[in-house]
């Protein structure tokens, strides 16, 4: 059979290559960090930096496509698998999400409503943003940001170059702040013969700059829903996207603001594995792997919570629950702030 190389070891990599092996295809593994949450499922583990050009070739030989679990991938790294094996989504989707500014000039591109932002790379640009986009705001650092980290909000008595300085002065985007209602996330895929499917959106509350809770079905009117859906499927056309993506909406009085956009499995989109009959880990191995794409209905009510940190440990209670379904990714060590596995409860019917 096929192998399906993943860049990124984590526990998306670990149920990226789950729902791989369940489908017949071997995995393959490439990342960095000892001993990663996947390594205990992937048929292969290949553990050496981005840096190391003859062991990101020998991995990119040994599979049939490349996909990744996080969209930080060096560009060098790319450089040179790409001219080996295809990687998907492809590089377009990648370089997009990198940056923020990138990401909103994109989305502004296609007509859809970001948060207003504006451009920091000097002290100049820095008061010009203020000026802009004022206060209240949320200085976010242009790459790397994940889990609310790279971001310090900006009150009238903040006083922005020591925010810059927090953020060690790299270049960053100004975002105004979005007063919404609630925050909901849409996970489309597309195939590679153009075919787009969503799973149903979830609303998604935050702890601590973390993702907490998904609850389906998401708080929404019908023409809500429906733009949520159109919006999600625009974007995955004009990146001529393959696979799942995640993207975060600000739900306001004035209509859908877009966040940001994930090209991947993404953690909102956990609660598919026990409301769907296919879930999003299928749905990408699916669509990379060039099969059509499953029927992502949900059947079920969910609501999918985090356990983050020493959360996991509550697991002999949790697991008394006969309606939760439970998923610990095996990592040894329960830091505060650290993903160690999610519970999707059932709440009835769909
Ligand atoms: P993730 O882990 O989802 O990648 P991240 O670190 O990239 O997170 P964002 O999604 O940009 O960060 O922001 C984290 C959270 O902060 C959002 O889900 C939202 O609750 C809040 N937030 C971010 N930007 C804004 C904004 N412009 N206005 C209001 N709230 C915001
Ligand atoms: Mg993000
Ligand atoms: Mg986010």
């Not at 609310?148 to 702040?177: H, I, M, Y």
């Not at 996991?312 to 629950?321: E, K, M, P, Y």
């Amino acid at each position: 059979g096929a192998t399906i190389g993943i860049l990124g070891g984590g526990q998306l990599g670990r149920m990226l290559s789950v729902a791989a092996s369940r489908l017949g295809f071997k995995t393959h593994i490439f990342e960095p960090g000892a001993n990663p949450p996947a390594g205990h499922v992937a048929d292969r583990v290949t553990t050496a930096p981005y840096e190391d050009a003859d062991a990101l070739r020998s991995f990119a030989q040994s599979v049939d496509v490349i996909t990744y679990e996080f969209e930080n991938i060096p560009a060098e790294a790319l450089d040179l698998i790409e001219t080996i094996r295809p990687v998907l989504p492809n590089r377009r989707a990648l370089a997009t999400s990198q940056d923020r500014i990138v990401e909103k000039e994109f989305l502004t591109s296609l007509g859809l409503k970001c948060a207003p932002y504006a451009n920091v790379e000097t002290a100049e640009d820095l008061t010009a943003a203020v000026e802009k986009v004022g206060v209240p705001s949320i200085l976010k650092t242009r790459r790397f940001g994940y889990d609310g980290k790279g971001q310090v909000r900006l009150k009238d008595s903040t006083n922005p170059t020591s925010a810059w300085q927090e953020l060690g002065e790299t270049p960053c985007v100004l975002e105004g702040f979005i007063d919404f209602t609630h925050e909901v996330s849409v996970i489309g895929a597309r195939a590679q013969d153009g075919a787009v499917t969503c799973f149903d959106p979830g609303e998604n509350v935050h702890r601590d700059g973390i993702l907490h809770t998904t609850t389906l079905p998401a708080k929404l009117n019908r023409s809500q829903h429906t733009d949520a859906i159109i919006l999600t499927g625009q974007i995955l056309n004009a990146l001529d996207y393959v696979g799942v993506m995640g993207v975060e909406l600000f739900v306001t009085p004035h209509g859908l603001i877009v966040n940001e956009i994930a090209p991947r499995v993404h953690n909102s989109g956990h609660w598919t594995q026990n409301g769907c009959v296919i879930d999003q880990f299928e749905q990408h191995i699916r669509a990379v792997a060039g099969w059509p794409l499953g029927d992502g209905k949900r059947h079920s009510n969910v609501v999918m919570t985090n356990l983050i940190g020493e959360e996991v440990n509550d697991v002999a209670t949790l697991s008394q629950d006969s309606s939760v379904g439970l998923h610990l990714y095996g990592k040894a060590e329960a830091k505060p702030g650290r993903k160690m596995g999610h519970v999707n409860k059932i709440t009835g019917p769909a």
